[in-house]
């Protein structure tokens, strides 16, 4: 379905002049977040709870969310946005609701602490459960994160 909107978004998308730098700033700030929550994130080893993670705890879903809306703002047309919310609720949704519960599983009562302490994806409050970890490049490339860049630059292109 990803694909099949961003076929959508190709064809139908019609920037004016204003539209592709607004809606590339907003992309923009959605790739440093889901890089930043790249750089900390050590899948399936440790449960990351440091750096965005500490304010929501799916900042990879929520740097994507602003990725999607700044391409469709730089794209001029409000239905796309409607069809993308709608795609990302539907999809991303049940695919949070899904890793949770693997999270449960297998971090047990520190991610219950961690769950009822930090917001499930817009950031309203701070953790007060950070690990301390730092940011690291060696996991942001680790986690590919440098595929979003590029998926950022041919959806401004």
């Known amino acids: 379905m990803g694909f099949a909107l ?42 990351a709870t440091s750096g965005p993670y500490a304010y929501t705890r799916n900042p990879l879903y929520l740097g994507s969310l602003l990725l999607g809306l700044g391409l469709v ?25 899904r890793e949770e519960a693997g999270l449960r599983e297998q971090y047990g009562e520190k991610f219950e602490n961690y769950a009822a302490a930090v917001s499930l994806f817009f950031p309203f409050r701070k953790s ?12 942001y490339r680790r986690n590919r994160e440098y595929e979003a860049a590029l998926g950022y630059i041919a959806g401004i292109l």
Do not use: C, D, H, N
Request: hydrophobic share 55%; glycine share 16%; no cysteine.
């Open 128 to 139: 007060v459960a950070a690990s301390g970890e730092k940011f690291q490049w060696q996991r």
């Open 73 to 97: 703002i730089a794209g001029g047309q409000w239905w796309l946005g409607l069809v993308f919310i709608l795609f990302f609720v539907f999809v991303y949704g049940p695919v949070m609701r």
């Open 6 to 47: 961003g076929i959508a978004y190709l064809v139908f998308a019609r920037p004016t002049a204003a539209l592709p730098l607004v809606g590339g700033l907003v992309a923009l700030s959605g790739l440093v977040i889901r890089g930043y929550a790249a750089g900390y994130l050590e899948k399936g080893r440790s449960l």
